[in-house]
């Protein structure tokens, strides 16, 4: 019997709540890896490509961050997107342990201990 892993599933379900203009992080595959393009931004729209639903995502000029859209997307806390984007080339540089999604549900203390002190 073969192991069902979460890449081989690229496309994820569209959460409920997602609507233009709301504060979303997208990856370019269901899985998240850092390596891969991922983006916090703007949701502005979907397609289907005959095989699943892609998400178009903004930036605050409204510059489409993917043409070709991304596969997961989920809305963000302006606290959280902050965060994220204040950490983007630590989540880059932990890519090995830790995928995107891990940052978007780690408990808020986890991100606390990432926080440079001033």
Not at 25 to 33: F, W
Not at 95 to 111: D, G, I, K
Request: with cysteine; aromatic share 16%.
């Amino acid at each position: 019997m073969a192991l069902n892993y979460i890449r081989d599933e690229w496309y994820a379900p569209t959460p409920a709540g997602i609507k233009k203009g709301s504060y979303v992080l997208a990856t370019k595959y269901r899985d998240g890896d850092p390596g891969d393009h991922f983006c916090v931004g703007f949701y502005d729209s979907s397609f289907n490509d005959g095989i699943g639903i892609r998400h178009m995502v903004v930036d605050n000029q409204g510059k489409q961050f993917r043409g070709n859209g991304f596969r997961r997307v989920a809305r963000l806390s302006d606290r959280r997107g902050r965060w994220i984007v204040d950490h983007l080339t630590f989540i880059e540089s932990a890519r090995e342990r830790f995928s995107v999604w891990h940052w978007y549900h780690a408990p808020w203390r986890e991100l606390q201990s990432f926080n440079k002190s001033p």
